[in-house]
């Protein structure tokens, strides 16, 4: 069957009381967004608690079904036949058509579950699902009624027009991108960062990122790695604005005046420090990083801490307690994981050194800090100044 209509459910926007619309409309402007991609005319419209997808002429019915499946907010995806003349003879006509068209094996068992939008119509819920189960049984013998774990639920919902479907394609939840605030993203070439963008975009906030590149110890193709990876990220979490910082003048200072072994946690340091000076540019009102406590020195709980310390805005971790396997499967569930691994290093493991320091105490890294004085304060604000902004559009 060729679908001409979508049903859109969704599932925590619900709850919003008197801002539903707020969230409702948020939606619609994440999945109009997402069909801009998708060849053909799409309309998107709401209806007492209902969002609509009417594509206009041909389109692809499966590139429709991957941009939807990337809206945050959207439960359930399911493609239906909307039915303008409510004449009951009629519809049990199309409820036949129906199953016919969609189950070319009839072999199978079904029920009919019909919702009653429109109260004024004049055949009940109960009455409806006994005589459209009555005339499939007529047309197709072979079917069988179960209404404890059926195949097949045919849903029959009675608005304004009249919905049938069953269908149900899962969407990926969350909330709207743009409903819950900005944040920052420090963006690398590894597994973890994508993920943690993913996770918190998911939850309605909008995302941009800031990767930190140190040529020449970095290639060029480093850098597009993290651009191919903010671009994966933005099919979920829309356009993100990747900021790339030039950070080797900052490494190389860091790494004549400093302890070798503290070399990871300062340059973190300094890294949070100028990301949430771009974050207070841009609106952003939190930073996102992919640390998972233990997984490198960089994370132990202590190494956190120092890094921490630095901040003013929260910092978001939202793969903090997942051990390696568990990101490693969301990151190939959203796309990145093949991206991650290409081998091209970016400037976190260039400078590593061989024997970290794994719990880090407060004071000796800030005695360290006090050895940049002469120079780190007109270097950060120049790789601040000259950060370079690409948009990623997915």
Request: net charge negative.
């Amino acid at each position: 069957m060729k679908y001409q209509s979508f049903l859109i459910k969704y599932a925590e926007i619900g709850t919003k009381g008197k801002n539903r619309f707020m969230f409702e409309d948020a939606l619609i402007k994440q999945i109009r967004y997402a069909l801009k991609s998708v060849e053909g005319h799409f309309e998107v419209t709401k209806e007492s608690g209902r969002i609509y997808v009417m594509a206009e002429g041909d389109y692809e019915y499966d590139d429709v079904i991957e941009a939807l499946k990337r809206v945050f907010g959207i439960a359930d995806i399911c493609p239906m036949v909307q039915i303008e003349d409510k004449d009951y003879e009629n519809l049990k006509k199309r409820v036949v058509e129906y199953m016919d068209q969609v189950y070319p094996d009839k072999r199978l068992t079904f029920k009919v579950n019909a919702r009653r939008g429109d109260k004024n119509y004049p055949v009940s819920s109960d009455q409806i699902n006994r005589d459209l189960g009555e005339v499939i049984l007529e047309a197709f013998p072979e079917m069988k009624v179960d209404v404890h774990n059926p195949d097949v639920i045919l849903r029959v919902e009675v608005r304004q027009k009249v919905n049938l479907f069953s269908l149900v394609i899962p969407g990926p939840g969350g909330m709207p991108v743009g409903t819950n605030g900005r944040a920052m993203l420090l963006l690398s070439g590894g597994i973890d960062s994508p993920v943690a963008g993913y996770m918190i975009a998911k939850r309605g906030v909008k995302i941009d990122a800031v990767y930190f590149h140190a040529p020449p110890y970095t290639s060029d193709r480093a850098k597009q790695k993290v651009v191919d990876l903010a671009n994966l990220v933005a099919r979920y979490a829309g356009p993100i604005n990747l900021y790339v910082v030039n950070f080797t003048d900052i490494q190389l200072y860091i790494y004549d005046k400093c302890p070798h072994e503290e070399l990871t946690i300062i340059m973190r340091r300094y890294m949070m420090r100028i990301a949430e000076a771009i974050a207070n540019q841009t609106g952003a009102i939190s930073l996102i990083t992919g640390e998972s406590i233990g997984q490198v020195a960089s994370q132990t709980v202590q190494s956190l801490a120092a890094t921490n310390e630095v901040c003013t805005m929260p910092v978001f971790r939202p793969v903090i307690g997942f051990d390696k396997q568990e990101i490693v499967d969301l990151s190939e569930k959203i796309g990145t994981f093949e991206t991650s691994i290409q081998p091209f290093e970016d400037c976190c493991t260039i400078f590593v050194a061989k024997h970290p320091v794994t719990k880090p105490n407060l004071n000796v890294i800030r005695g360290s800090e006090t050895h940049l004085q002469e120079k780190i304060g007109e270097m950060v604000q120049t790789a601040i100044d000259t950060a370079e902004r690409i948009t990623c559009q997915g």
